[in-house]
């Protein structure tokens, strides 16, 4: 076995029961890792820097083909309705058919940490047969010092295989494709897909386990952090705005995607971003535009011109999700430390394609732990494969995904946290207005930016406020820089009597997902819910 880079000797492959790889390259560094990935024809350079790369088959997470196994760790602590369980002796003989695949090729490690919170971060090894997935890991995690790789133990390791084909009658699967998460023995199995979003929401899957055991709430979401100190967090499901709004040169950026809430404020999981790029603009996302400009990000399925090399970022011939990844210091304003005080602000992003929501409400604490609990977006044609029309989508605190335990069990310590340091609690409508999807319009990023910039400067806090007939948060009447009509979605429609019957429809849609929720929490939530 040829192995190369720093490394601890005494912690290697074997310990995992890997044996007989060709060669192992450790903790190569960006411009080691890029350079391997254009020999081996993983990826072409981009007319811009970037390495442009694509997924194949998959070009997102594979849902179907995830799973947890099921074992005495997660038997009682796992929310089993949300997730796949695979058995231990299925996962034994996939690991030993792994570890088999393994031998004879060449991979590459990174020795990495999930979390800025040197008390609460996690070592994560990732090994992997792709450079341009281990330039990937490298980005999205956080880097150790050299000095600290000699001495390195992981907490979890990752092995991803590509080209691991998955039997389902042999491994207990659906598909030749697999992810498996095996938290009692801290091992993640990847096979039989590219799309490297796989590795980074296995290892947050690991932290969203283990933190609330300690007190921490983790989330699925962005956050900056003002000149006096004052953080916001921005909850949002794909596609409703999360990494846009939090990149605001005006403000620092934490981090645009995991974080978690602790007793010392909040610290991001990441060290860098993977933002899409679909219809991406300069003028409208300048912070994540520059980074398109930056040699050692990588574009993923992204269409690049054949003449000229250039990104076309409103072709979305292989997927709507194109996406980039960047390590965080590629934006200007990003935090060093990734930590910063408790949050002022706690921002829930909505894209309501039916054009019910206003473009901002004001929550109460248990408003705010409906709204979390609920996780509502809409989705509309084009936007995934499937998708016809407008479609509700709820998915609880935001990421139920990526969130193993019950929801109950982050909405009570988010509700604790809010009451600790009280949050004030906002709901953002990045979606449409004047009617749903296809007769209405997108509310303009430009609105949206200045709302948020009342809300970050307090102003719209002491802004005089109405009651909403059917959710009953308070928005407010009057906004700087906002059109007064604007604010009420209802006067934006030509018929109000076709908003009245969208708006009963949502209503409906939110007490009927809500129900299975309602034996879980108090009165008070259960009052926080919409009226028909």
């Known amino acids: 076995?040829?192995?190369?880079?720093l490394r601890n000797e005494s912690c290697g492959p074997e310990t995992l029961g890997l044996h007989d790889i060709n060669e192992i390259r450790w903790n190569d560094d960006e411009r080691a890792l890029y350079r391997l990935a254009l020999i081996r024809g993983e990826g072409v350079q981009s007319a811009t820097g970037p390495l442009s790369v694509t997924t194949g088959r998959y070009t997102g997470r594979s849902a179907t083909d995830k799973y947890i196994v099921r074992d005495s760790e997660t038997e009682n602590t796992v929310w089993w309705d949300n997730h796949q369980q695979i058995s231990e002796v299925h996962f034994d003989i996939l690991l030993k058919d792994f570890l088999k695949h393994a031998r004879g090729r060449n991979l590459c490690v990174q020795d990495l940490y999930g979390?800025?919170?040197?008390?609460?971060?996690?070592?994560?090894?990732?090994?992997?047969?792709?450079?341009?997935?281990?330039?990937?890991?490298?980005?999205?995690?956080?880097?150790?010092?050299?000095?600290?790789?000699?001495?390195?133990?992981?907490?979890?390791?990752?092995?991803?295989?590509?080209?691991?084909?998955?039997?389902?009658?042999?491994?207990?699967?659906?598909?030749?494709t697999i992810i498996v998460i095996n938290l009692k023995r801290n091992l993640v199995l990847i096979g039989g897909t590219e799309y490297a979003g796989e590795i980074k929401k296995s290892i947050f899957g690991f932290l969203n386990y283990f933190l609330p055991e300690k007190g921490i709430m983790p989330m699925h979401c962005s956050a900056n952090v003002g000149c006096e100190g004052d953080s916001a967090l921005f909850f949002g499901l794909s596609g409703t705005g999360k990494t846009t709004l939090s990149s605001d040169v005006s403000r620092t950026l934490i981090g645009d995607d995991e974080h978690g809430w602790s007793n010392h404020g909040i610290f991001n999981f990441e060290g860098g971003c993977y933002a899409k790029t679909i219809h991406l603009s300069e003028t409208a996302e300048p912070e994540i535009y520059s980074t398109t400009q930056r040699w050692g990000s990588i574009f993923e399925n992204v269409i690049l011109d054949p003449q000229t090399a250039k990104p076309d970022f409103d072709d979305g011939s292989l997927t709507e999700n194109t996406r980039i990844a960047y390590p965080l210091h590629y934006i200007i304003n990003a935090s060093h430390t990734g930590k910063a005080s408790h949050p002022k602000n706690v921002i829930m992003l909505t894209a309501d394609a039916f054009g019910v929501l206003p473009p901002i409400a004001r929550l109460t604490p248990e408003q705010a732990i409906y709204h979390f609990l609920s996780g509502y977006t809409a989705k509309v044609a084009g936007t995934e494969k499937g998708i016809f029309g407008v479609q509700a989508t709820f998915s609880t605190c935001f990421g139920a995904p990526f969130m193993?335990?019950?929801?109950?069990?982050?909405?009570n310590l988010l509700r604790?946290?809010?009451?600790?340091?009280?949050?004030?609690?906002?709901?953002?409508?990045?979606?449409?207005?004047?009617?749903?999807?296809?007769?209405?319009?997108?509310?303009?990023?430009?609105a949206t930016h200045a709302l948020l910039k009342s809300v970050l400067d307090s102003s719209l806090a002491e802004a005089q406020m109405r009651i909403d007939n059917h959710f009953s948060f308070e928005v407010p009447l009057v906004a700087k820089d906002i059109d007064q009509s604007f604010l009420s979605p209802r006067e934006t429609w030509p018929s109000r009597l076709a908003y009245d019957e969208q708006a009963q429809k949502l209503v409906s849609m939110f007490i009927d997902n809500f129900n299975k929720f309602n034996d879980h929490v108090d009165q008070s939530i259960r009052n926080a819910a919409p009226k028909i």
């Open 416 to 446: 604790e946290k809010i009451s600790q340091h009280k949050a004030t609690c906002w709901l953002v409508n990045t979606g449409w207005t004047g009617g749903a999807y296809g007769e209405g319009y997108r509310i303009p990023i430009k």
């Open 115 to 176: 979390g800025a919170d040197e008390r609460y971060r996690i070592s994560t090894r990732v090994y992997v047969e792709l450079a341009w997935h281990a330039l990937f890991i490298r980005h999205l995690l956080r880097r150790p010092d050299l000095r600290e790789l000699e001495n390195y133990m992981p907490d979890m390791t990752v092995i991803n295989l590509p080209s691991f084909q998955a039997d389902p009658l042999r491994h207990g699967c659906r598909s030749g």
């Open 404 to 411: 193993p335990r019950h929801p109950i069990v982050y909405g």
């Open 1 to 5: 076995m040829i192995q190369s880079g």
